[in-house]
């Protein structure tokens, strides 16, 4: 069974400070590894995601994230905030056909 | 282009009544799928489809019912809403190797319940 865990539900930074979202998960084997992205009142939207290859991956809107298989992680990094950031991000595994989401960390972005 | 589209955006209605939501997408994927996300943004997957086939279905009340007439289009009728049913209801399709690609999402149907 896999399962992903998203630490901390709510992330408040400044503008133009370092964004880190944390994301742990839990398989049998390296699964692959995603992040989405939902504005306000919007669908759910893919910011990136790690398969195989090089383990630190670039994304949209500036995100990247870096997958640690020792540390079974993925966390989310962009070095400047921007106002715009302010969204709900999600953490996503896939593996053997099935796809598990995380709780969602809530990004805010104070002027 | 919209990519998945899913109609209504809001949807409020009275517990009891019947709904539909549509949903439609013109990726040429192979499968779609339908998530609720609750009041506290948690997604949960319901059913999904796979070339009009069902091949995932959660544990959902049987007052919920996915139909896919064709795999551009699964639709979700909703029997006799009842109050815990007001969620956003996301549509989603993917390719057949969706562990590498990921989701494509519809921009949400927001069902309150009265």
């Known amino acids: 069974a896999q399962s992903v865990t998203q630490l901390g539900s709510h992330v408040s930074v400044s503008e133009g400070a370092l964004v880190l979202l944390r994301c742990n998960y839990s398989?049998?084997?390296?699964?692959?590894l995603f992040w989405y992205v939902q504005y306000p009142n919007q669908g759910l939207q893919l910011l990136l995601k790690?398969?195989?290859?090089?383990?630190l991956v670039k994304g949209i809107n500036g995100f990247e994230a870096e997958f640690k298989k020792s540390e079974t992680s993925f966390h989310l990094t962009k070095p400047s905030a921007h106002m715009s950031d302010a969204a709900e991000y999600f953490c996503?595994?896939?593996?053997?056909?099935?796809?598990?989401f995380g709780d969602g960390t809530t990004l805010t972005v104070k002027p | 282009d919209t990519a998945v589209s899913q109609t209504p955006k809001y949807l409020v209605t009275q517990m009891g009544n019947d709904k539909s939501i549509k949903c439609e997408q013109n990726?040429?994927?192979?499968?779609m799928y339908w998530y609720k996300q609750d009041s506290k943004k948690f997604l949960k997957i319901m059913f999904s489809?796979?070339?009009?086939?069902?091949?995932i279905n959660e544990t959902v009340p049987n007052r919920f019912s996915p139909k896919s007439p064709d795999k551009a289009h699964l639709n979700l009728h909703i029997n006799s809403l009842e109050l815990g049913d007001s969620a956003v209801y996301f549509c989603?399709?993917?390719?057949?190797?969706?562990?590498?690609?990921?989701?494509?999402f519809g921009s949400g149907t927001r069902l309150t319940v009265v």
């Open positions: 989603a399709s993917s390719h057949k190797d969706r562990e590498r690609n990921g989701y494509t």
């Open positions: 398989s049998s084997v390296p699964p692959y």
């Open positions: 790690y398969t195989t290859g090089a383990t």
């Open positions: 996503a595994v896939s593996l053997a056909g099935k796809s598990t």
């Open positions: 990726l040429g994927h192979d499968t």
């Open positions: 489809y796979n070339n009009k086939e069902l091949i």
